[in-house]
């Protein structure tokens, strides 16, 4: 596997994951009213709007070797 798809694939992840625990933070402060788990939710929207901005300037570059 090369570098850049294992760049691309682990890119790819961490967007899922950025996606998958923001939805469980939202869903555990519905139930449990915590504000760390609103917070926690917070942050991970934050870092997957970063990521994808990151893998859109990431892909186009990469399409460019």
Same mark, same amino acid.
């Given at each position: 596997?090369?570098?850049?798809?294992?760049?691309?694939? #682990?890119?790819?992840? /961490?967007?899922?994951?950025?996606?998958?625990?923001?939805?469980?933070?939202?869903? !555990?402060?519905? $139930?449990?009213?915590? /504000?760390?788990?609103?917070?926690? /939710?917070?942050?991970?929207? &934050?870092?997957?709007?970063?990521?994808? #901005?990151?893998?859109?300037? &990431?892909? +186009?570059? $990469? +399409? !460019?070797?």
């Amino acid at each position: 596997m090369s570098l850049r798809i294992f760049h691309i694939i #682990f890119v790819t992840v /961490s967007i899922a994951l950025s996606v998958f625990v923001t939805i469980w933070g939202v869903r !555990e402060y519905a $139930l449990t009213r915590s /504000s760390g788990a609103l917070a926690l /939710s917070g942050v991970f929207v &934050v870092f997957g709007i970063v990521l994808v #901005f990151y893998a859109g300037r &990431v892909f +186009r570059k $990469l +399409r !460019e070797l």
